[in-house]
């Protein structure tokens, strides 16, 4: 499991006190070790003082950063194929041309409908895989570079691995030849052996790609691989997928920051929202928070990814109350037909989602985890007050988002 990942290939498990994004100054400091340390002789320091430069004539290891959850931008293309919801939303169709789909935070309110209906996943039962809605086509922004990443965005900039970027390139690496991005399709989510699962297929093979282009640009030297949040399931599946000999000669590091692997109580609050409300309308959202409508969110793969596994949570440990039930993690499956996800979901969770978090495995490489603690951190939602009311929250250990029981229990 991965508990056994952290023991056995894990430096350090560190734990940072304070919010989740303000430990980041902290986190580059630690990840300075790998950058900076590798040989003495691959960096200079000036007489002045001013910071570590690269010398790219001796080489330094390169490194690949995979972003957090919806960091990534994605673009689409309509062909002629596409049935929009209305006439306003088939304006782009079958002209041939990407246009910006995530995150278009300058979009006008009135193309939200047509975000969500592009944005939208599939499941083909004959396929027994996800896609997107017939007609769409989509792509996730600039591959291979960090500038693919949502840091043009100030609001972003911490969260989507801006500042790292920026600390990165004042030591002297550089977009594209030593420092590269792997931004991917955050809706997405990994798959059991044996399951179809074409995007994730794709993506491992562009980023085994890229991590061998990197290698050979910087004399062979293997790579650094640095996760956030949800990329760190991507890199884990990655690492899973490449054959072990790929694994020693090509990565030198996998450094995975605050990936909960047993998953997080938040992720059930959306979902329980459900529960609670007796009306089904939901406000409109802007197209920044397009994410947040159930028509969308809710047919991702990557919805179930995150939900607290019961290897990581014990079997009684209640996390959702309600008048007429106690839900814990074994319990997920009701859980999800009581928030009104349709029966087939539901069977996607236990056939799809729930055998990928049971069965994580070592990536069998050098790993650093980087975790956050002390935080307030949702453990428990209860629904005194019935239908129509918001949920008290039982705050337990975490960084704010994930628990501490996710970080040292799987």
């Known amino acids: 499991m991965l508990f056994c990942c952290i023991l056995a290939y894990a430096r350090a498990q560190i734990f940072l006190h304070g919010h989740k994004l303000r430990w980041w100054p902290r986190f580059l400091l630690i990840l300075s070790i790998f950058f900076r340390a590798r040989h003495t002789a691959a960096l200079q320091y000036t007489e002045s003082h001013q910071p570590y430069v690269v010398d790219h004539a001796l080489g330094v290891h390169p490194v690949v950063l995979l972003p957090g959850n919806t960091c990534s931008q994605i673009e689409a293309r309509l062909t002629d194929a596409y049935e929009p919801p209305s006439a306003f939303c088939a304006a782009r169709k079958g002209d041939g041309r990407w246009s910006l789909l995530w995150k278009n935070i300058t979009a006008p309110d009135a193309e939200v409908p047509c975000f969500a209906d592009q944005l939208r996943l599939v499941y083909d039962q004959a396929a027994g895989d996800y896609g997107n809605a017939p007609g769409v086509e989509t792509l996730a922004v600039s591959f291979g570079s960090t500038r693919g990443f949502l840091a043009d965005d100030p609001v972003n900039k911490e969260l989507c691995m801006g500042k790292l970027v920026e600390a990165l390139?004042?030591?002297?690496?550089?977009?594209?030849?030593?420092?590269?991005?792997?931004?991917?399709?955050?809706?997405?989510?990994?798959?059991?052996?044996?399951?179809?699962?074409?995007?994730?297929?794709?993506?491992r093979r562009r980023l085994r790609a890229l991590v061998e282009r990197a290698s050979r640009a910087n004399g062979g030297k293997?790579?650094?691989?640095?996760?956030?949040?949800?990329?760190?399931?991507?890199?884990?599946?990655?690492?899973?997928?490449?054959?072990?000999?790929?694994?020693?000669?090509?990565?030198?590091?996998?450094?995975?920051?605050?990936?909960?692997?047993?998953?997080?109580?938040?992720?059930?609050?959306?979902?329980?929202?459900?529960?609670?409300?007796?009306?089904?309308?939901?406000?409109?959202?802007?197209?920044?928070?397009?994410?947040?409508?159930?028509?969308?969110?809710?047919?991702?793969?990557?919805?179930?990814?995150?939900?607290?596994s019961p290897i990581a949570f014990h079997d009684d440990k209640p996390l959702v109350v309600t008048r007429n039930r106690t839900y814990a993690a074994r319990d997920m499956p009701a859980f999800l037909a009581a928030a009104g996800l349709p029966p087939y979901s539901v069977q996607l969770y236990e056939t799809r989602a729930l055998p990928v978090a049971l069965n994580l495995g070592a990536p069998v490489v050098p790993v650093t985890c980087v975790n956050g603690g002390g935080v307030p951190t949702p453990e428990m939602l209860v629904f005194r007050n019935g239908r129509g009311n918001a949920p008290e929250v039982v705050y337990g250990d975490g960084d704010g988002v994930v628990n501490l029981a996710s970080i040292l229990g799987t």
Do not use: C
């Open 169 to 203: 390139e004042r030591e002297g690496y550089r977009d594209g030849e030593t420092l590269f991005g792997a931004p991917y399709d955050f809706r997405h989510a990994p798959a059991p052996a044996g399951q179809a699962n074409r995007e994730l297929s794709l993506f």
């Open 222 to 308: 293997p790579v650094i691989l640095v996760s956030h949040s949800q990329g760190g399931y991507f890199a884990l599946d990655f690492l899973r997928w490449s054959p072990l000999p790929w694994r020693r000669r090509f990565v030198k590091h996998f450094v995975m920051a605050s990936t909960g692997a047993g998953g997080f109580v938040l992720s059930m609050q959306g979902l329980a929202a459900s529960i609670a409300s007796s009306s089904s309308s939901v406000s409109s959202p802007s197209p920044a928070d397009v994410l947040s409508l159930p028509s969308v969110g809710r047919t991702f793969a990557s919805t179930f990814t995150a939900l607290p």
